[in-house]
């Protein structure tokens, strides 16, 4: 549809406002609705929400506090950890406003249909835009509040709190304007290869991120001073004064000294460029919408991808030790996951965000060895990756069984019994999780320098819990299915969703608490001290109970879906 319509250029104006009505209108109804039928996974939901946030906020307010024991590497450091922390969240929201702005334009029918009404390609890319933004960029608000009220307590003038928030709300739209860019570009030129182009640009700057984040920690047993002094020229190039990140850092290092005028120069600069940004991105994008959607539905329809191999081809290869039926059944799981950007975007960021803590993290492990204290930084590495697995698991593993209802006569006709079905199911969930929780577990290792007893411990929780997870998510969602829906998100907030939700996070607190005894009894150990026999007996008994509980909901869950009429 031309921009120049008569019809769109004198009524879209109003119109594009009553659709803005309706999706907010549509966004209470559906939180309504939630309350409504599950009330329960709402309230586990929101008391989850308020402990993370209370968590950061200790964890926050103990950093700053013993920042400003020591003003001089305070005035250092605090700068630098917001230059990094937005340089983080610039990468991963740009790509996170990318993938869902991608997926609303040009992945659903719905931008065609707005197309045929009187809205112009700028009200519906307006719209679009505006979603993506809001949907992406959320957490990034609700993490900003415990870090703001951990710091208000050395602030030193009233109107941090506001200066703090503006900063955040004017940073969000540059990676949303960048992620809408990056959106229609792989429309427009490489519509048939967008997950891949998507995940080798993720894989790369996560990777090129990595590699800096170890380079910088490589400064041997050197002072303290002498390391800050490297850590600080190596992070040189994130003070650039062209970077949003660094308008950030420095107006909320402004505001928290009192300096408003300069803080407030910052806060003008970066809502410039925020409102610049989103003006162009928005109206580049309008100006050739048409042919990007053109493109991007004529990729999708390609059939080059339809022929494939009969074992299975590349994803088989990767569950070679399943039988072939089992094996295509895993494949075709692997590959539904790796087409949709949604899934393993989400997986991707959130471990791209532990990966550049991880790498960046500080060597704490030396300051507090005297205390005895060296072995709780890998316990809470090992608490943020079973958190992640947690909610990974019941996101997108859950619904796996739910999602076969509507071929579920074809599941039946091959030659296995129909529940071994699930063991294709567990497989791809074992494959995903435990490629992404050994491979953090692994890289805290390295950089914590845990002896090998210590290492292995952690190795073997950290199966444990994945075969606990995945295990629990296929069995319950075979238990309790969803035949009749076939929208992912709907089967994981229903009841089954919710049964399986609070049975993974008391499944994985239960290990957890196990492991936090374990660390608690082993404290005031000298740091090349294995454990304890106690504290191992805590830790194997703890794996044993995780596994054995995800193997015994998985039998359940096939002995179940052996008796469901096809």
């Known amino acids: 549809m031309s921009t120049n319509n008569p019809v769109s250029s004198t009524t879209g104006r109003p119109l594009v406002g009553l659709l803005f009505r309706t999706k907010l209108r549509s966004l209470r109804n559906r939180v309504y609705q939630a309350v409504d039928e599950a009330p329960l996974r709402v309230a586990v939901t929101v008391l989850l929400i308020s402990v993370i946030w209370y968590g950061l906020f200790q964890l926050f307010h103990l950093v700053f506090q ?67 933004l809001v949907i992406a960029s959320w957490g990034l608000v609700l993490l900003g509040f ?18 703090f928030l503006a900063f955040f709300l004017a ?14 570009g792989c429309a427009l030129f490489v519509p048939r290869r967008v997950t891949r182009s998507l995940a080798i640009l993720i894989g790369l700057t996560v990777s090129v991120l990595v590699v800096l984040g170890v380079r910088s920690m490589q400064v041997g047993d050197a002072a303290v001073e002498l390391w800050l002094r490297s850590f600080q020229a190596k992070m040189s190039f994130l003070q650039a004064a062209f970077l949003p990140n660094k308008w950030v850092a420095a107006g909320i290092d402004n505001a928290l000294h009192d300096r408003m005028s300069l803080s407030l120069l910052y806060l003008g600069v970066t809502a410039a460029n925020a409102l610049f940004l989103s003006w162009f991105a928005v109206r580049k994008v309008a100006g050739r919408f048409t042919p990007a959607l053109d493109r991007a539905a004529s990729g999708q329809s390609s059939g080059r991808r339809i022929a494939s191999q009969a074992s299975g081809g590349l994803a088989g290869s990767i569950f070679f030790y399943l039988p072939l039926p089992l094996r295509l059944v895993a494949a075709k799981d692997l590959r539904t996951f790796m087409r949709d950007p949604m899934q393993w975007s989400q997986l991707a960021i959130l471990f791209g965000l532990l990966a550049l803590y991880l790498t960046n993290m500080p060597t704490l492990r030396v300051q507090l060895s005297g205390w005895g204290w060296y072995l709780v930084i890998p316990f809470l590495n090992l608490c943020a990756v079973s958190l992640i697995l947690a909610t990974f698991t019941c996101r997108f593993v859950f619904p796996l069984v739910s999602l076969e209802g509507q071929k579920l006569w074809l599941v039946g006709l091959l030659p296995i019994p129909r529940g071994k079905v699930l063991y294709a199911k567990f497989a791809f969930a074992m494959t995903v999780t435990v490629g992404v929780a050994v491979g953090a577990m692994t890289m805290a290792i390295v950089i914590l320098d845990l002896t090998a007893v210590w290492a292995a411990v952690h190795l073997i929780v950290i199966l444990a819990i994945c075969v ?99």
Not at 75 to 83: C, M
Not at 152 to 157: L, P, Y
Not at 477 to 489: C, Q, T, V, Y
Request: with cysteine.
């Open 66 to 132: 013993q920042l400003k024991r020591s003003p001089l590497e305070a005035t250092v450091a605090i700068p630098l950890v917001f230059n990094f922390f937005f340089v983080a969240m610039l990468v991963m929201l740009t790509f996170s406003n990318a993938i869902i702005a991608y997926g609303s334009l040009f992945g659903k029918k719905e931008s065609s249909y707005l197309l045929s009404s009187p809205l112009s390609p700028l009200d519906v890319v307006t719209l679009k835009y505006v979603e993506s």
């Open 146 to 163: 415990p870090l703001m009220m951990s710091m208000a307590e050395i602030a030193d003038s009233q109107l941090f709190y506001v200066l």
């Open 171 to 184: 940073f969000i739209p540059i990676p949303a304007a960048m992620g809408l860019l990056l959106a229609w």
């Open 468 to 566: 606990a997870l995945c295990g629990t998510s296929v069995g319950i969602g075979a238990r309790l299915p969803m035949f009749g829906e076939i929208n992912a998100a709907r089967i994981a907030n229903g009841l089954g969703g919710t049964t399986n939700l609070l049975t993974s996070l008391g499944l994985t607190s239960v290990l957890l608490a196990a492991i936090g005894l374990a660390t608690w009894r082993c404290r005031f150990l000298p740091i090349d001290a294995p454990p304890d026999l106690g504290s191992l007996l805590i830790c194997v008994s703890s794996a044993i109970l995780g596994a054995s509980a995800g193997i015994v909901a998985l039998r359940l869950g096939i002995r179940h879906f052996n008796r469901i009429d096809v």
